[in-house]
């Protein structure tokens, strides 16, 4: 059972930066996808980025149109760890963001399906 753990939410002031963390307890085999989705109070989850794998090959990168520009996923093999750089912090990014697999897939953001979900870490912009 795969398992991921975020880490790197808290309280930032508008126009701060964040890196949220996700480390994988194992690398799935096959190709997959990783990536990262919020959920605001009262609102629906979110896709914002995603990276598809394959081996050691990053195959795409993809990101929602609201996160294009502010957002910036990245990944350390080494590491098992796929991070998400939030910079320009806006007060409606306040969310839970929750990091994600999907097993055997090169998808987009808009398309990916998890099979895998963290419990997800809080951040909150506010001054």
């Known amino acids: 059972q795969l398992q991921l753990v975020e880490s790197g939410g808290g309280l930032v002031e508008p126009g701060g930066s964040l890196r949220l963390s996700c480390t994988a307890s194992?690398?799935?085999?096959?190709?997959?996808?990783i990536g990262w989705f919020r959920q605001a109070p009262g609102k629906e989850r979110e896709g914002v980025a995603c990276i598809s794998i394959k081996g050691t090959n990053v195959e795409n990168t993809d990101y929602a149109d609201s996160a294009m520009g502010r957002f910036t996923i990245s990944r350390d093999n080494a590491k098992n760890t796929v991070y998400l750089q939030i910079d320009s912090l806006k007060p409606e990014d306040t969310a839970t963001y929750y990091c994600?697999?999907?097993?055997?897939?090169?998808?987009?953001?808009?398309?990916?399906?998890?099979?895998?979900w963290g419990q997800g870490t809080q951040v909150t912009v506010s001054s």
């Open positions: 994600a697999v999907e097993i055997g897939a090169w998808t987009t953001i808009r398309a990916m399906t998890p099979n895998y």
């Open positions: 194992s690398i799935p085999r096959d190709r997959y996808a």
